[in-house]
């Protein structure tokens, strides 16, 4: 099996900074791309950003310039560095990969974490 594991959530005032991490382990040939999620009470879950293995970013248009994906290939972990935080980016940000499993029947698969809370508020 895959998992994904999120940590670095919590409370933080608005303008101050949080840094989530995702780790993925498991029955991994390779992880294709990584990337981080978020849903807000009554709305849909949106895309906030992903890495693929080359190092290729994409940013959602509401965290453009403060926040920042990135990863370290070797430990399989993606890391989201978010900084100016808003009241508006207070989520369940769940973590996404997309990987190539090492089972005898291998293939290419999309999996979740649980999600981790961040509330941004005074």
């Known amino acids: 099996q895959v998992q994904l594991v999120e940590s670095g959530g919590g409370l933080v005032q608005p303008g101050g900074s949080l840094r989530l991490s995702c780790a993925a382990s498991?029955?991994?040939?390779?992880?294709?791309?990584m990337g981080w999620y978020r849903q807000a009470p009554g709305k849909q879950r949106e895309l906030v950003a992903d890495?693929?293995?080359?190092?290729?970013?994409n940013y959602g248009d509401s965290v453009k310039g403060r926040f920042t994906i990135y990863r370290d290939n070797a430990k399989n972990t993606v890391y989201l560095q978010m900084s100016s935080l808003k009241p508006e980016d207070t989520a369940v940000y769940y973590c996404?990969?997309?990987?190539?499993?090492?089972?005898?029947?291998?293939?290419?698969?999309?999996?979740w974490g649980q999600g981790t809370q961040v509330t941004v508020s005074s």
């Open positions: 996404n990969a997309v990987i190539t499993n090492s089972g005898l029947g291998a293939s290419i698969k999309n999996y």
């Open positions: 890495i693929r293995s080359g190092g290729s970013t």
């Open positions: 498991g029955n991994i040939l390779s992880v294709n791309s």
